[in-house]
């Protein structure tokens, strides 16, 4: 397994959306499909990162894949600058199926590299959410495992 950090317009591209959406489906299955004006939206915010697992095996046919594989997991990462300094806050934490489990360990990698790039730029932390549906509870475990811990705070959403 390779594994790849940085600014999401240098890691991924057009050739790399089939992978990403499909693990974005797996993640949850009403999630909408990213399509090419999307991926550039992303490319425009220099504060959005993404690690990558890939799949040095299986070599896609052009773009990035084709030199360092297929992507099989990956984490989204999203920095702010608040008044009292950087934040993170880590978005689409997935891996393919057929490569969850301790024999790859991709998880553990893909958030040790988020630990990693949030140390290098500054952050004071970084947040994450994850559902509270049974089938999340090996996830939570993860997170415990890696030093994230539940907060007191209610999260909030509005809908457009």
Sequence with gaps: MNYFAGRINNIIDAHDLPDINCMLQELSPDSAVVDKKTLCR???HANTYIILACDEE?????GFAKERGRIVGMVLVNFLRKWTGVYGFIDDVVVRKKYRGKKYGIID??????????????????????GRKPERDAAH???LRH?????????YRKKY
Excluded: M
Aim: hydrophobic fraction near 35%.
């Design 42 to 44: 992303f490319c425009e």
């Design 58 to 62: 299986d070599l896609g046919e052009k």
């Design 109 to 130: 990698k893909l958030l040790s590299e988020a630990d990693t790039l949030a140390l290098h730029l500054g952050a004071r932390y970084v947040d994450l959410t994850c």
């Design 141 to 143: 475990r993860v997170y």
């Design 147 to 155: 030093g994230y811990v539940p907060r007191d705070s209610i999260p």
